[in-house]
Each structure stands twice: as C-alpha cells, then as structure tokens.
C-alpha cells in the first residue's frame, strides 16, 4: 500500500529534502535571511547562498545539493493580503546540481517528485518551457510522456533566467497546478491566475551572455530549481489561498482572536488585515532573529515598514492595545520545529517587537495631530501628497484619514494618494530584485581569476612571495613604479587581510631595489589584496618580494582581538547569558564591540566586567587555537557569530575556562600578552544594539597618559588636588546655575517692566481689546510673562500676540508668543492654533494652550509682516 501523500507544511518540506537527500544530494541547512552578497539587502531567492558557486568563485559543497532556504521579497508588499499567492517571508525548496546531472535528470525527478510523493494528478498539471528549447520539450513529451497540448511554450520575460545584463543564464521549465482540468486542454492560458499556480522552476543555466549579447555554452553546466513551499501547501491541502495553509493560518487565529473576531464570517477587507498580519508576523519574527534592527536605512527599513504594517492592520480591526510580542510568540512556536535558532533568540525577537511597537504608536499620534493641524486650515479636500505623507511617514491608514475627513464633509484626493503611492512603489522595483552574478572592476575580476592566496600569517610574520597580479590607480598593469599607488596579490602572504571585525595588517614588501609599504590588506573572496604606495625602485608581475608585517601593530591587533573575545565572555557572565554579537572592530589602538542588549550596561556592571577581563589577563591563561569540524564545535560549546557563513571545518580559540569562539583572526598566545583592559565607553547605537569602546595592550598606557594630562590642566586651573576636581566643579556648576537662574529672573522682571507700557497701544474690536507688538531683547519664558500679564489686564476680551528677537543682533532665532482671554477663545481662536499659523511666515511653528501659547522661527527679516498677518487676522476673527 502507497504511503500517504504529505499534507502539513513540514511534511512536504521533509518530503521534498529527503527525496534528494536519496538521490544523492547534500542538505543545506538555510541560510540567514541578511546575505553576504552586497548587491542585495536580503536573501532574495533560494539560489543566493550557492550564488559564488555557479561563478566559480567558491567550491561546491557537493556536486549536488538540496536545501530549503526562507526568503523575504518586498517588492510588491502591496499585493500581500490581496491575492492568493502574494508573501513577504516564504521558504524555497531547490534541488542543485553544480556541474553535475543536468536538463533530463532534473525533469524526470521533478515530474517523479510531483506526481510520485506528492500525489498529484498528471491531468492537474501543465509544463511551460522557452519558446527555443526543443530539447525541453521533447523531454517532457518523449521521456516523461506530458501530453503536447498540456506543454506551453513561453517568451523570454517568462521562461528564461539572466543573472544580470552579462554572465550566467539559460531557458526555465515550469510546472503548473490546473485546478480546473475540466476545461479541457485547448487554448490553455497560464496567465490565468484563477486556473493554474506554479510551483516549481526549473532554471537550466546553460550560457554565457557577454557584453554583445552573444551565448556561449557553459563548461559546466547547473540546475536552479525553486519550488514555494507555500504553494504547494496550498494544493495538498486544498485551501483557497496560501494564507489559509497550516504554515499562516494558526497567526491569522491568533491575530482574530486579539481583535475578537472571526475570520470566517469577515468581509474580504477584514480577511485581507489577518492575511497581512499572519504574513508580515512570520516576516518580523524571521529578521530580527537573524540579528536586523528596525531603522531607516536598508534592511532596517524594511523590517520597520513590514513592524509597523502589522500594528496599523491590527488598529484596522479593532486592537487598541500592544499585540505584536503576542504574534511573536506564536510565530517563534509555529517555526521553531524547522528553525530552533528562534527559541534560541526568544528574548531578543520579543523585545524588540515591543520596543519598536511602543516607538510607533507615538508616532501614529503625531499622525493624528498633523491631520488635525491638516484639518484646521479648512481646505476644500484633503491632498493625495497629505494622505500619503500621512500614510507613509506616520503609519496612517488611508481608510482612518478618509473617515476623519468624511467627519468634517471632506473627501481624500485618491487619485493623487495613488499617484504617491505608484512612485514610491517605482523606487521599491528600482532596488535590486534580481541578483547580479556580473563582476565589476579590475579588482574583483582580478579576483575571480586567481587562486586562493595562501595566508602563513597565524605562524610567521614574514615569508618569501611572487607577486601574482598588479593594480595601479585602479587599472590592471604589469610594472609600476616608485610613487605609484598599487594593489596586488601575492601568492603567499603572512598579511592578515580585514575580516571578522579585524583590520588588515600593515608592513612592507621589499625585493631587488623596490620597497613597498602596505598600509592595508583586504579580502576580495579568498584572495588577499595588498594596498599601498610603491617607495622606492619598481615592480612587475612575477617578482618575488620578501612580506613582512609590522610586528608592534600585529601586537596590538592581537591584544585587542583576543580582549574582545574575553568581554564577550564577560557581558555573557555579568549582564545576561544570552547576549549575542552583533558586530565588532579591532583596530591596533583600540577595540569596539556590538551587542544585543535591550538596556544600557550600568556603571557597576562595567566596573565587575573591567575587573573580570583584567583577572583573566593576570592569570596568564594559554590561548588553544585548533580546528575542527562546524558541528564538533557547536557542540564543544564554540560561540559563533550569529548569522555569519562558516565552512564545514572551522578555526576554534579557546581560553580554557573563559571563552571559547569560532575565529579567523590572530590572537595573542596567553592572556598575559594584553598586559591591561581599560573600558571607553558604553552606549546605544541602534534599538536593541549597545556599544563598549574599550583599549587593550599597549594602547591603554596612551589612554591614560593623554587623560592624565588632562587632569592636570584642570588641577591647575582650578587650583585643585586631582582628587578635588570633582567637587570644585560641581561648585562651579552650581554657582552658574544660581547665576542663570537670576539673570532670568532679571530678564522676565525688565520684560514685564517694558511690556506695562504696551497696554495703551491695545485697541477695541467689538467687545475685545486687540494687541500685537513687537519686544526684543526679552527670552521666551520672559516674554510668555510679559503676554499673560498684558492679558490679564485687559480682562477676558484681551488678544495679545508679542513677538521679538531675543538678541536682535541675531536674526535666525525668532519667539512668538499669544495670551487669549476666555471671551476671546469663546469666539473661536485658539492661541496654540493661531500662533503655530502665524509662525509659519517666519519659517518656523509650535503651539501650545487655548489661553498661552509660544511658536518659534528662524527668519527675523519676516517677523513685523508676521505680526502685521496676526493684526488682520485678529482684527477679522473678532470684528
């Protein structure tokens, strides 16, 4: 008896890996979503982890591999929740084979997989392939036997894979579910969304396009296969949507139940806000687990545009409170089987779901008050670029602002907020997409076409070396000479090339007549790229140089590298076990690390984490640096950079009963080495991610002798002991505090003293007393006095608007204030209102009370036509 085809998401994933895996091919585990590829911002595609393989720039992992990688796509984030299909966060199951099988193989497989495991009817499925690739076709028609009428050949835009412009490429094939089969095999369109969704790509990159436009065959030819695990979830279960499939479902259940609602009975534009809600929750979840924070810039922006989609959706429904550590959980519970890394980061995820949350709903409310300061200019309707500046800016649904406007008998320009909406859209497709396999420059193409630099730098630091490429003023070359800037790759080097947070060494290269002084290597793949300035003689390609590192400066790095392993180590014991790496520096002078942490480390806290590093370092502990394989590691207890790539076989340093780190960088042989660990500083950098500055080595002695110096200047100046310094300060301080607080004083007394002879400029507008003037010299708490007091004279009919500039030398500051009596705002000005307006013609704003309000601005040439506007709109709102 046939087993049962998988049904639950997890089932089909383990289906689709083990099917490979029996074929012989390697599972990959999943990559992190944050890519090393820099053309993209985010792993885009199930292919982008294996993308240096297919370029010949990294070996294969296996002739052939199988991995389901998580994905995130955000260029049509708008189609999410709308259609059936439409995700941000989804899963790609792949197949690969890297020069391995190819066309026949993965169709045979393909077709055996769909219709073998997974149970699918051949008379629900349809193939596409290119309009030029006969061979596809005949491989479907001849060996699998697919009926002709039921193979569709398609254009390039749909059936053939380019990297970019240039390189790699080649036809796809394509498999459709039909979920209407009845309608026969005639006139089959595959545009037909309601009719059919594919679910597995075949990419059979087989050319090379150069720069003409010309393909040349590949030596080695691969296989790209993608298939959406979400899709095809969507047909074994026999949902109408993939939303409703076991991967989204349970969070729209959990999403409905915080709203009270129920989704089977809500309209679509109901079930539309659970869609987005379940989809972006897994999305969030995924990102910040793999170490994104919310920002403005790059992928930070996008997990801040997908956080706060979900919180305004949520408001949509109904949820008035804070829910999205609520969807967290259930999204770490939902995936946590097929990625524990996300009980693992529980903490890290929750928290910074709560604090991004918190930090919107603040902003949404200043949304509120820029539709209401919209709203009180009385326009005729509410502009596209208002209700889009709103939407985009402040997280405002469209749909609130257009209620808030019906209220007040207006309309929302939606052709205009369209408008908006399409160009910002236009800019998201502008971004990268697609992933670019081109090479670009002398450097990376000179790269590309050499081997592996062999780095000798962990046991010496010199080594005899042949100069294998040359790069002068950014242009390949074969000699340069004395006073050129080059860039070259040495066969062998005992160079540290820039690479996990530390900084590549320095030294010189010198040979026959030619000395070179490298002041920077980096990594260009596994080649190391000297940087530098060519001294004296000349040098050509082929010439064998003596490389020597700068042996005080590789001091230094070391003893900053290895005093950055043992403050992790010591933020782990003293702060919160958990804590994670989220980025470092090691310099020759001076160390910076990167941490999760969602509060700052207080000053005890770094007190026993000095103390702690510097205990280690006197009790000499020998450093042991040995490889061995990625999973004998992880299980020896290694710490690994969260979402960092490593090989099958890693470099180990361990302080025995310290710290023990996967790590590429050079250390020193005992802690003794590091001499001294003075901390700099400690402070936020972004959400979540906390910063310590610190000096190690030989560089803590320049530390402190420059803060030495320091205190001296000060003891002199003061005439103070370094011990009294302190407290004579603080005297100090205290005395221009007092010193402040009476010169204000004086200034709102000669304010008031100036303004009681303004009250006889006040004139009658009905039954209210009108008075605007201008008092320079006078601060703003001064003059705020100075209106109130005025007011306060003229009984409750007065309007008093007073600006100036408090130093009238100084035309760029500018102070408004208005006092309004209560007969006054029962006619209808409200001073916070009115001086915020007025303010605007000098390039500034503010607002306050109904009674007293103070506005600022920046252009005191327009301060007495500003008053002149307050007058005559005073003079009409009270006539």
């Given at each position: 008896?046939?087993?049962?085809?998988?049904?639950?998401?997890?089932?089909?994933?383990?289906?689709?890996?083990?099917?490979?895996?029996?074929?012989?091919?390697?599972?990959?585990?999943?990559?992190?979503?944050?890519?090393?590829?820099?053309?993209?911002?985010?792993?885009?595609?199930?292919?982008?982890?294996?993308?240096?393989?297919?370029?010949?720039?990294?070996?294969?992992?296996?002739?052939?591999?199988?991995?389901?990688?998580?994905?995130?796509?955000?260029?049509?984030?708008?189609?999410?929740g709308?259609?059936?299909?439409?995700?941000?966060?989804?899963?790609?199951?792949?197949?690969?084979?890297?020069?391995?099988?190819?066309?026949?193989?993965?169709?045979?497989?393909?077709?055996?997989?769909?219709?073998?495991?997974?149970?699918?009817?051949?008379?629900?499925?349809?193939?596409?392939?290119?309009?030029e690739?006969?061979?596809?076709?005949?491989?479907?028609?001849?060996?699998?036997?697919?009926?002709?009428?039921?193979?569709?050949?398609?254009?390039?835009?749909?059936?053939?894979?380019?990297?970019?412009?240039?390189?790699?490429?080649?036809?796809?094939?394509?498999?459709?579910?039909?979920?209407?089969?009845?309608?026969?095999?005639?006139?089959?369109?595959l545009?037909?969304?309601?009719?059919?969704?594919?679910?597995?790509?075949?990419?059979?990159?087989?050319?090379?396009?150069?720069a003409?436009?010309?393909?040349?065959?590949?030596?080695?030819?691969?296989?790209?296969?993608?298939?959406?695990?979400?899709?095809?979830?969507?047909?074994?279960?026999?949902?109408?949507?993939?939303?409703?499939?076991?991967?989204?479902?349970?969070?729209?259940?959990?999403?409905?139940?915080?709203?009270?609602?129920?989704?089977?009975?809500?309209?679509?534009?109901?079930?539309?806000?659970?869609?987005?809600?379940?989809?972006?929750?897994?999305?969030?979840?995924?990102?910040?687990?793999?170490?994104?924070?919310?920002?403005?810039l790059?992928?930070?922006?996008?997990?801040?545009?997908?956080?706060?989609?979900?919180?305004?959706?949520?408001r949509?429904?109904?949820?008035?409170?804070?829910?999205?550590?609520?969807?967290?959980?259930?999204?770490?519970?939902?995936?946590?089987?097929?990625?524990?890394?996300?009980?693992?980061?529980?903490?890290?995820?929750?928290?910074?779901?709560?604090?991004?949350?918190?930090?919107?709903?603040?902003?949404?409310?200043?949304?509120?008050?820029?539709?209401?300061?919209?709203?009180a200019?009385?326009?005729?309707?509410?502009?596209?670029?208002?209700?889009?500046?709103?939407?985009?800016?402040?997280?405002?649904?469209?749909?609130?602002?257009?209620?808030?406007?019906?209220?007040?008998?207006?309309?929302?320009?939606?052709?205009?907020?369209?408008?908006?909406?399409?160009?910002?859209?236009?800019?998201?497709?502008?971004?990268?997409v697609?992933?670019?396999?081109?090479?670009?420059?002398?450097?990376?193409?000179?790269?590309?076409?050499?081997?592996?630099?062999?780095?000798?730098?962990?046991?010496?630091l010199?080594?005899?070396?042949?100069?294998?490429?040359?790069?002068?003023n950014?242009?390949?070359?074969?000699?340069?000479?004395?006073?050129?800037?080059?860039?070259?790759?040495?066969?062998?080097?005992?160079?540290?090339?820039?690479?996990?947070?530390?900084?590549?060494?320095?030294?010189?290269?010198?040979?026959?007549?030619?000395?070179?002084?490298?002041?920077?290597?980096?990594?260009?793949?596994?080649?190391?790229?000297?940087?530098?300035?060519?001294?004296?003689?000349?040098?050509?390609?082929?010439?064998?140089?003596?490389?020597?590192?700068?042996?005080?400066?590789?001091?230094?790095?070391?003893?900053?590298?290895?005093?950055?392993?043992?403050?992790?180590?010591?933020?782990?014991?003293?702060?919160?076990?958990?804590?994670?790496?989220?980025?470092?520096?090691v310099d020759?002078?001076?160390?910076?690390?990167?941490?999760?942490?969602?509060?700052?480390?207080?000053?005890?806290?770094?007190?026993?984490?000095?103390?702690?590093?510097?205990?280690?370092?006197?009790?000499?502990?020998?450093?042991?640096?040995?490889e061995?394989?990625?999973?004998?590691?992880?299980?020896?207890?290694?710490?690994?950079?969260f979402?960092?790539?490593?090989?099958?076989?890693?470099?180990?340093?361990?302080?025995?009963?310290?710290?023990?780190?996967?790590?590429?960088?050079?250390?020193?042989?005992?802690?003794?080495?590091?001499?001294?660990?003075?901390?700099?500083?400690?402070?936020?950098?972004?959400?979540?991610?906390?910063?310590?500055?610190?000096?190690?080595?030989?560089?803590?002695?320049?530390y402190?002798?420059?803060?030495?110096?320091?205190?001296?200047?000060?003891g002199?100046?003061?005439?103070?002991?370094?011990?009294?310094?302190?407290?004579?300060?603080g005297?100090?301080?205290?005395?221009?505090?007092?010193?402040?607080?009476?010169?204000?004083?004086?200034?709102?007394?000669?304010?008031?003293?100036?303004?009681?002879?303004?009250?006889?400029?006040?004139?009658?507008?009905?039954?209210?007393?009108?008075?605007?003037?201008?008092?320079?010299?006078?601060?703003?708490?001064?003059?705020?006095?100075?209106?109130?007091?005025?007011?306060d004279?003229?009984?409750?009919?007065?309007?008093?608007v007073?600006?100036?500039?408090?130093?009238?030398?100084?035309?760029?500051?500018?102070i408004?204030?208005?006092?309004?009596?209560?007969?006054?705002?029962?006619?209808?000005?409200?001073?916070?209102?009115?001086?915020?307006?007025?303010?605007?013609?000098?390039?500034?704003?503010?607002?306050?009370?109904?009674?007293?309000?103070?506005?600022?601005?920046?252009?005191?040439?327009?301060?007495?036509?500003?008053?002149?506007?307050?007058?005559?709109?005073?003079?009409?709102?009270?006539?």
């Amino acid at each position: 008896m046939a087993a049962a085809a998988p049904r639950t998401g997890a089932e089909i994933r383990a289906a689709f890996l083990d099917f490979y895996e029996q074929r012989g091919h390697k599972p990959m585990a999943s990559a992190s979503l944050v890519p090393e590829d820099p053309t993209v911002l985010l792993t885009i595609a199930g292919m982008l982890p294996f993308k240096p393989v297919f370029l010949g720039q990294q070996q294969r992992p296996a002739p052939r591999a199988t991995s389901s990688q998580k994905c995130i796509r955000t260029n049509d984030i708008e189609n999410v929740g709308r259609t059936a299909r439409h995700h941000t966060f989804f899963e790609m199951l792949g197949n690969f084979s890297f020069g391995d099988y190819f066309k026949e193989q993965a169709i045979q497989w393909a077709w055996e997989l769909s219709t073998g495991v997974f149970g699918l009817s051949p008379k629900n499925l349809v193939v596409s392939v290119f309009r030029e690739d006969d061979e596809a076709e005949a491989i479907w028609r001849d060996v699998v036997g697919v009926n002709p009428k039921r193979i569709i050949r398609m254009d390039e835009a749909d059936n053939f894979w380019a990297s970019g412009p240039t390189g790699p490429c080649g036809p796809c094939s394509e498999i459709y579910y039909d979920f209407k089969p009845e309608l026969g095999d005639d006139g089959i369109d595959l545009e037909d969304d309601s009719r059919f969704i594919e679910f597995y790509n075949l990419v059979f990159m087989q050319y090379n396009r150069d720069a003409e436009g010309t393909l040349t065959p590949l030596a080695n030819r691969n296989i790209d296969t993608g298939m959406g695990l979400e899709r095809m979830a969507q047909i074994l279960q026999a949902v109408p949507n993939n939303y409703e499939t076991d991967l989204i479902y349970p969070l729209i259940e959990t999403a409905a139940g915080l709203a009270g609602v129920d989704y089977r009975t809500l309209d679509e534009k109901g079930k539309t806000s659970l869609k987005v809600i379940g989809d972006h929750s897994r999305a969030i979840t995924q990102l910040i687990c793999d170490g994104v924070t919310a920002s403005n810039l790059g992928r930070g922006y996008i997990l801040r545009r997908l956080l706060r989609r979900v919180v305004r959706h949520g408001r949509l429904l109904g949820i008035d409170k804070p829910f999205l550590t609520a969807m967290g959980e259930a999204s770490i519970t939902l995936m946590q089987t097929a990625y524990p890394q996300l009980v693992e980061r529980r903490e890290v995820i929750l928290a910074e779901l709560a604090r991004e949350e918190a930090r919107f709903l603040e902003t949404l409310e200043r949304g509120e008050k820029l539709l209401a300061d919209v709203l009180a200019a009385k326009p005729k309707q509410i502009s596209g670029e208002q209700a889009f500046e709103l939407y985009d800016t402040y997280g405002f649904p469209l749909e609130l602002t257009e209620e808030i406007a019906e209220e007040h008998g207006l309309t929302v320009d939606l052709e205009g907020f369209e408008a908006a909406m399409e160009a910002q859209r236009q800019r998201a497709k502008a971004a990268a997409v697609s992933i670019d396999l081109t090479l670009q420059g002398a450097i990376e193409q000179m790269a590309a076409d050499l081997e592996a630099t062999a780095f000798k730098g962990y046991e010496a630091l010199e080594h005899p070396s042949c100069v294998l490429a040359l790069v002068v003023n950014g242009e390949p070359a074969e000699r340069a000479t004395a006073g050129d800037s080059v860039q070259l790759v040495l066969d062998v080097t005992p160079f540290y090339g820039e690479g996990g947070g530390q900084i590549g060494d320095r030294g010189v290269l010198s040979g026959d007549g030619v000395i070179v002084a490298i002041d920077g290597v980096s990594r260009n793949r596994s080649v190391f790229v000297h940087s530098g300035r060519i001294e004296r003689g000349s040098l050509a390609v082929g010439d064998l140089l003596n490389a020597q590192v700068d042996r005080a400066c590789r001091r230094r790095a070391q003893a900053n590298h290895t005093a950055t392993h043992l403050l992790q180590a010591a933020l782990k014991q003293v702060v919160d076990p958990g804590i994670g790496q989220a980025g470092s520096l090691v310099d020759f002078d001076r160390l910076r690390f990167d941490f999760h942490c969602p509060r700052a480390v207080t000053a005890a806290e770094l007190e026993q984490i000095e103390a702690l590093i510097n205990g280690w370092i006197s009790e000499a502990h020998s450093l042991e640096v040995q490889e061995m394989a990625i999973e004998k590691a992880k299980a020896a207890g290694a710490v690994a950079m969260f979402g960092e790539k490593y090989a099958d076989v890693v470099r180990v340093v361990d302080v025995p009963g310290v710290s023990m780190e996967l790590c590429g960088g050079t250390h020193v042989a005992n802690t003794a080495e590091i001499g001294l660990f003075k901390i700099v500083s400690e402070s936020g950098v972004a959400a979540g991610i906390r910063r310590i500055e610190a000096v190690a080595g030989p560089a803590v002695l320049a530390y402190l002798n420059e803060r030495d110096a320091v205190v001296k200047q000060l003891g002199e100046r003061f005439k103070a002991q370094p011990v009294e310094i302190v407290e004579r300060v603080g005297q100090l301080a205290d005395e221009l505090k007092a010193s402040q607080k009476a010169l204000a004083a004086a200034r709102e007394e000669l304010a008031l003293a100036k303004s009681a002879a303004l009250v006889a400029q006040a004139v009658a507008v009905g039954e209210h007393q009108l008075l605007v003037a201008r008092l320079d010299g006078v601060e703003g708490g001064g003059l705020q006095s100075a209106a109130q007091g005025l007011a306060d004279q003229l009984g409750d009919g007065a309007a008093v608007v007073l600006g100036g500039l408090p130093d009238p030398a100084d035309l760029g500051k500018v102070i408004l204030v208005a006092a309004f009596g209560k007969g006054v705002i029962a006619v209808g000005p409200k001073a916070g209102a009115f001086i915020g307006g007025i303010a605007k013609a000098c390039g500034g704003g503010g607002g306050g009370r109904p009674n007293l309000a103070q506005a600022g601005g920046r252009d005191g040439a327009a301060l007495d036509g500003a008053l002149e506007q307050a007058r005559t709109e005073l003079t009409a709102a009270l006539g």
